[in-house]
């Protein structure tokens, strides 16, 4: 073969490449936007190329091999994302559980000094008030217990919720850390080497 020839057998050879690259590259943007999985069938099917081509070529893998840990980075931080709406969605219910047993405490100390008030005004102007007088007094107190009592059950519950939320933030917590570790594993390598037999479209 003449040099000439030879030239023009690398050239066009050289253009086949570039040519096949870019039906790579054009078929893995084109995934990309679908939302759907980068793998060497796929990819190979799509652009019309060997698997050969894509296993042998380094810049068919690095291209493949990239869009694979790009969509496996952002499936993490999606799932991610999500997980940290749902903790702040927990952690918020367990501030206003906390907010809330803060003020069931609040107004049950306020009604036990009320009631303490009455009962000694009771004791020690017992004798001074009428009969109707007493009775009213009576009355209010029992209403009073009642509502210490009804509270005591809220401020039990509401403990109960609280603890459950706090629950929840924990193990969000977890969640977000196995995701965090998860993303860190899934990092674009520089170049990535395919061990399987390859084979011909």
Sequence with gaps: MTP?????AIEARRRTTERK???????????GRRKMTVAYPAVARRAAVSRTFLYENA????????AIGTAASQQAQARAGADARNEASWRERALNAEA?????HAEIGAQRDRIAVLMGQIRDLEHEWSR????????????LKQRVRQLTTENRT???????ARSDNRF?????????AQLAEHAPPAETAVPDQPGHS
């Design 21 to 31: 690259l870019q039906q790579v590259g054009d078929v893995i943007t084109d995934l």
């Design 158 to 164: 509401l403990a109960e919720r609280l603890r459950a």
């Design 4 to 8: 000439d020839r030879t030239a023009a």
């Design 59 to 66: 810049e068919a893998r690095a291209l493949i091999g990239e």
């Design 172 to 180: 969000a917590d977890r969640r977000i850390a196995q995701l965090e």
């Design 132 to 143: 109707e007088t007493a009775q009213r007094i009576t009355t209010e107190n029992t209403t």
């Design 100 to 104: 809330t047993l803060t003020t069931a």
